[in-house]
């Protein structure tokens, strides 16, 4: 198994411009999530997944979108960068909520720089 | 007010001392995580509970339903703890998990 893959590592956009973040994940995990994390701030959860063809808002999903076409992949879409958005992003996931021993499984992250 | 409260923000001890990072959250959860992040590095997940304890290691972690509170403990701790520990739970609400801010462990050799 992968677990959670996650790229690009690094990326650096400029102003308007939009880019993909792609998260595959090969444990069948019904959860997946996109975070957000900024120095003070913790992990800030932009969407959320519990299924395929399910999605959901967290906290901070302006400029942001995101489907799930199939349980192994969720894509992150900002769709029109802006500086604010200059950030480190990673993408989770888990079995569903609360099942015994279900750890919660992170890619690698994505520092992202928008000039 | 946050729904996930750690403390403290930052510990500094010295090797081999005993480290307790506290969590209290105020929603209903179904599980709570404990995960570590090295600096620079990706997110581990350490514990998932949902009642008891847990052990694994020099690690134990702790949780209280009623109370709404859980502990992360490390015995006889070392500087390769040094990281930032993070709690997060998951919410029986809306099904989101939601994130301390995390504390910042330094362990002197």
């Known amino acids: 198994n992968a677990g959670v893959t996650q790229t690009p590592k690094f990326q650096v956009l400029k102003t308007g411009q939009s880019m993909t973040l792609q998260c595959a994940q090969d444990m069948n995990h019904e959860y997946m999530s996109w975070y957000r994390q900024d120095p003070g701030m913790g992990l800030r959860l932009i969407h959320y997944?519990?299924?395929?063809?399910?999605?959901d808002q967290g906290e901070v999903p302006n400029g942001y979108n995101v489907s799930r076409s199939t349980t192994e992949d969720f894509p992150l879409r900002l769709l029109s960068a802006a500086p604010s958005q200059t950030s480190v992003y990673f993408c989770a996931s888990s079995y569903s909520s609360g099942q015994d021993n279900e750890k919660l499984f992170f890619g690698s992250g994505t520092q992202l720089s928008v000039l | 007010k946050n729904e996930v409260e750690q403390s403290p923000q930052n510990l500094t001890a010295q090797e081999g001392e005993f480290i307790t990072i506290n969590c209290s959250y105020s929603?209903?959860?179904?599980?709570l995580h404990w995960l570590q992040q090295h600096p620079g590095g990706g997110i581990v997940s350490l514990f998932m509970?949902?009642?008891g304890k847990k052990k694994h290691g020099r690690l134990i972690a702790t949780i209280n339903i009623q109370e709404k509170h859980s502990s992360l403990h490390i015995t006889a701790s070392h500087p390769r703890d040094s990281a930032v520990y993070i709690c997060a739970v998951h919410s029986l609400r809306d099904d989101k998990i939601i994130f301390g801010k995390g504390t910042r462990l330094h362990i002197l050799p």
């Open positions: 997944s519990v299924g395929a063809g399910i999605t």
């Open positions: 929603v209903g959860i179904s599980a």
């Open positions: 509970l949902s009642s």
